[in-house]
């Protein structure tokens, strides 16, 4: 068992790049079983001119900058190990929690284990998992977490895997989505085992029309993607990225609301994915907040409403 670390960097403090790369060093790897890949993505300054990280044994490769899933792909074409485990530079391992996550890759050789995260330190170290299975079949029965550093994945399942470049928002989404349809041996575990550092400088914050705008041009462009793709597919794995889809539209109409509080860019959002035709999607049951936000987005009135309600709760 072995694993890639791919940490993508732009202009982060060189103090939460250390902190990313120490509670990397901290697992109980050995030297063989580990890599650390920082893909520098055209900052503008050298981050390994800090003395302390130039100690670290760390492949560094600086490219021009072309945004994070351009970063991502050049860390996985220079991975080595057997798994590729992603890391925002900002982020760091929940070292006592991760190491129940390699434990599991040493005894088990999933193809990918998500996990959950944590905003706080310290964290509660709690830990349950589900049944192995494959990865159709848990996304057609279960919610499952975009966000690409909550798996750990062999390098065999991204062959030909790669993110969408230009794409800033909603990245994360498609890549995982198409990974779960590879899966054979999916395990999901609860255990917070990743530190997501949240701070108003990063694209998910980023408030401006400009960026709203770009945010939901690119969830549109995903959701897009996915369904084309599902055209390629058996009818259970379509059924199973179906429901995928159907949750980002809910949910791309829930953060439209929930951002902008106005009601007639919800309504010129809708007018977009109706012409799409990703709008209306299915009635079905496949969670509690699904339904609700279902109901509150099928008319204009609950629409009309749920913008208020947000506005209400900022």
Same mark, same amino acid.
């Given at each position: 068992m072995s694993i890639s670390f791919i940490i993508t960097y732009?202009?982060?403090?060189?103090d939460t790049l250390l902190e990313c790369l120490q509670s990397i060093m901290?697992?109980?790897?050995? *030297?063989?079983?580990?890599?650390?890949?920082?893909i520098d993505d055209g900052s503008s300054t050298h981050p390994m001119e800090d003395t302390r990280l130039q100690a670290i044994p760390v492949k560094y490769i600086r490219q021009t900058?072309?945004?994070i899933s351009c970063a991502r792909n050049t860390g996985i074409s220079h991975a080595s190990m057997q798994y590729i485990q992603f890391v925002d530079a900002d982020d760091a391992l929940m070292t006592t929690a991760y190491s129940k996550v390699v434990d599991l890759l040493r005894e088990e050789h999933p193809d990918a284990v998500m996990f959950d995260f944590t905003c706080e330190k310290p964290?509660?170290?709690?830990?349950?998992?589900r049944p192995a299975t494959d990865g159709t079949t848990y996304m057609a029965r279960h919610n499952i977490n975009g966000a690409v550093w909550s798996s750990v994945?062999?390098? *065999?399942?991204c062959h030909n895997l790669s993110f969408t470049p230009g794409t800033t928002y909603g990245e994360d989404e498609e890549f995982t989505a198409r990974m779960m349809l590879r899966t054979k041996s999916f395990i999901r575990v609860f255990i917070k085992a990743y530190y997501y550092r949240q701070h108003p400088h990063s694209a998910t914050h980023q408030l401006d029309w400009a960026s709203i705008e770009k945010r939901f041009d690119d969830n549109i462009g995903v959701i897009k993607r996915l369904r084309t793709l599902s055209l390629t597919l058996d009818k259970p794995k379509k059924a199973a990225l179906g429901r995928r889809t159907d949750q980002l539209t809910l949910d791309i109409i829930y953060n439209a609301a929930r951002l902008t509080h106005d009601a007639s860019y919800v309504e010129q959002l809708i007018r977009n994915l109706r012409k799409e035709g990703l709008f209306?999607?299915?009635l079905k049951a496949y969670t509690a907040k699904y339904v609700l936000l279902h109901v509150m987005t099928c008319g204009r009135r609950s629409r009309k409403m749920l913008c208020r309600i947000l506005s209400s709760k900022a």
């Open positions: 732009h202009n982060e403090p060189s901290a697992l109980e790897l050995r *030297e063989d079983e580990y890599e650390m890949i920082v900058n072309q945004g964290a509660p170290l709690t830990y349950k998992r994945i062999k390098k *065999e399942i209306p999607v299915p």
